[in-house]
């Protein structure tokens, strides 16, 4: 019974490259959530989609940050020219229909801009 | 003030003891609550989800829930050193119920 599968596990970039995260929920789950946790930080919440909707984005910055989660294939969350202060630990966290409070969590990707 | 507080810690028990982690939340009509046990640099790993008011046992884990005090708890008994982890506190905001806000977690150390 596979987990929450998230690749990379762990990306560097560059200032100004893109970043592209991957996550594919457990099977059963349909709804897909994107949480970033800084160095001695808590997680903060981002995004939370379902195939093809994005249902809510409030936690996602304005500008930069974009996420989907096609009909086909994994949820991508996408950072466009990034800047140190991006460098974290992104989780993706997957929940069952009916139950989107019980969220379990991806192994993460570490992200390091340089 | 923060929506979750908990206190960061480490907090040190010994071996067998009973190691007792606390959190507060500030949204009185938050209504989920859920405990996630965190090793360093790995992933969230859900441990426990308490809904009402009371305690929820799970093997030597309890989660105790007062919605009126706005607080609930952890007490894990017979700590192991392999407890030893951050532990997390996240809870369902009333405003938004698909997300979950987290607390900084508090650091859990268990010596022999």
């Known amino acids: 019974n596979a987990g929450v599968m998230q690749n990379p596990r762990h990306l560097v970039r560059r200032r100004g490259q893109e970043a592209r995260l991957r996550c594919s929920p457990m099977k059963g789950h349909s709804h897909v959530y994107w949480y970033r946790q800084l160095p001695e930080e808590g997680l903060k919440f981002m995004v939370y989609l379902q195939k093809e909707n994005i249902i809510d984005e409030s936690g996602m910055p304005k500008e930069r940050f974009s996420a989907e989660f096609p009909k086909e294939g994994p949820s991508i969350l996408r950072i466009q020219q990034v800047v140190r202060g991006d460098s974290a630990a992104y989780f993706c966290?997957?929940?069952?229909?009916?139950?989107?409070?019980?969220?379990?969590f991806g192994p993460g990707t570490r992200l390091t801009v340089t | 003030q923060k929506e979750v507080e908990q206190n960061s810690g480490p907090l040190s028990v010994p071996e067998g003891a009973i190691a007792s982690l606390n959190c507060t939340y500030s949204?009185?009509?938050?209504?989920?609550f859920f405990w996630y046990r965190q090793y360093s640099g790995k992933s969230p790993e859900l441990i426990m989800s308490i809904y009402s008011n009371g305690d929820k046992e799970d093997g030597r884990f309890t989660a105790q829930l007062n919605k009126a005090s706005q607080y609930v708890s952890l007490l894990i008994r017979d700590s192991q050193p392999s407890d030893s982890a951050t532990y997390l506190c996240a809870v369902t905001p009333s405003y938004n119920t698909d997300k979950l806000i987290f607390g900084t977690g508090t650091r859990l150390q268990v010596f022999p």
């Open positions: 966290a997957s929940s069952p229909p009916f139950r989107t409070n019980e969220q379990y």
């Open positions: 949204d009185r009509g938050s209504q989920s």
